[in-house]
């Protein structure tokens, strides 16, 4: 959430401290307490959602945003912080004093303008594929009417093909369009994507997802390889479909022509791990974990194709859904394609089954 007040971070608790805030300025006085101090302070208080003051004086309120504590701290609530230590500090360590349901107001303001920030982040380059695949689905539909006009008994059996062959694209373009949807839904409105649990068979979902793909790779000359098999289900949402989804895809965009996506599962009774290895643009390691945030796209990757940097991002957040470990890989050996280096590629699941 923006720092609308002084915030400080898990990770900062003991090196950096908190930063200043967009309405007010960390205190002075907080910029050179004794840091050991501050820091128990805040583990202290880090699963304790509310109001509390520091050993300094100082208000710090913890709330839950998205499943992770934020500790807005260095604030001068009335019946919380202690006056008769902040007055006593210079003009620059005693920030105005206000009342615990105007910070709570505030924050939840900026709270709605940010879920209107994600929504249209989200929802104008989704609207912009659908038009595209909606395009896509014209377009082949024409075509294969076209085709079916000149079917008669004594018709060649290659128009036929040439139809089924439209079809399977349409069916692909259409089920493409169901899964930006369900991903806008996921990602602009949880509360409605978590409506119901099913029982889910892994390697079916991966195999529908494949055959629903199996055009778009054709037209690319990329081959989509399923390694393996599991019959293992696990308990999950319905969203869970645009988890292999969006992995396959992002493999098939920034795979060059004439290379192979390789879906290998292994099931050892207690662990179900799905290895989805492609050939794509070197992803340094420090970006191993960045790749996950959401509109980040890697550094050799954002010159090759056009993308939202949202793909990865909603893996992950399925992935958290349903207790599943996501992790990254790309080799370090990497050859030069087009000035950009490519190298393996390697999104590893690990689905807990046992």
Do not use: W
């Amino acid at each position: 959430m923006l720092p609308i007040f002084p915030v400080i971070s898990r990770d900062n608790f003991d090196d950096a401290g908190p930063e200043s805030g967009i309405l007010q300025e960390l205190p002075a006085y907080c910029r050179k307490a004794d840091r050991k101090t501050c820091a128990a302070h805040y583990h202290e208080i880090e699963d304790k959602p509310g109001f509390h003051c520091c050993p300094f004086g100082y208000a710090s309120l913890v709330i839950n945003n998205e499943g992770k504590s934020e500790i807005f701290t260095g604030l001068n609530v009335s019946g919380i912080s202690k006056q008769d230590q902040i007055q006593r500090r210079s003009a620059d360590s005693r920030p105005p004093q206000v009342t615990p349901s105007k910070i709570q107001s505030q924050i939840e303001q900026v709270r709605q303008y940010e879920r209107v920030l994600i929504t249209e982040a989200v929802s104008i380059p989704i609207v912009h594929e659908i038009r595209k695949l909606n395009g896509q689905i014209k377009s082949q539909t024409e075509e294969a009417i076209r085709v079916a006009d000149r079917i008669d008994s004594t018709s060649d059996s290659g128009d036929i093909e040439f139809i089924k062959y439209r079809l399977q694209n349409i069916f692909a373009s259409s089920s493409l369009m169901s899964v930006r949807l369900n991903a806008f839904d996921l990602t602009t409105n949880a509360e409605l994507a978590l409506s119901g649990i099913r029982r889910i068979s892994i390697h079916k979902k991966f195999s529908k997802v494949v055959k629903c793909l199996e055009t778009l790779a054709r037209q690319r000359n990329q081959r989509l390889r399923l390694k393996g098999s599991t019959y293992a289900h696990i308990e999950g949402y319905d969203f869970f479909d645009i988890l292999p989804f969006v992995i396959i895809e992002n493999a098939l965009k920034y795979t060059p022509s004439d290379q192979n996506i390789d879906i290998n599962f292994n099931d050892d009774g207690k662990f179900v791990e799905i290895d989805i290895s492609s050939f794509g643009p070197t992803l340094n390691p420090e970006e191993f974990d960045d790749v996950f945030t959401r509109n980040y796209r890697g550094v050799n990757a954002k010159d090759i194709v056009s993308g939202t940097g949202l793909g990865l991002y909603i893996a992950k957040l399925i992935c958290n859904y349903h207790g599943i470990h996501i992790s990254i890989h790309s080799g370090l050996n990497s050859v030069d394609v087009g000035g950009t280096p490519y190298s393996t590629f390697d999104v590893k699941l690990t689905i807990p089954i046992g």
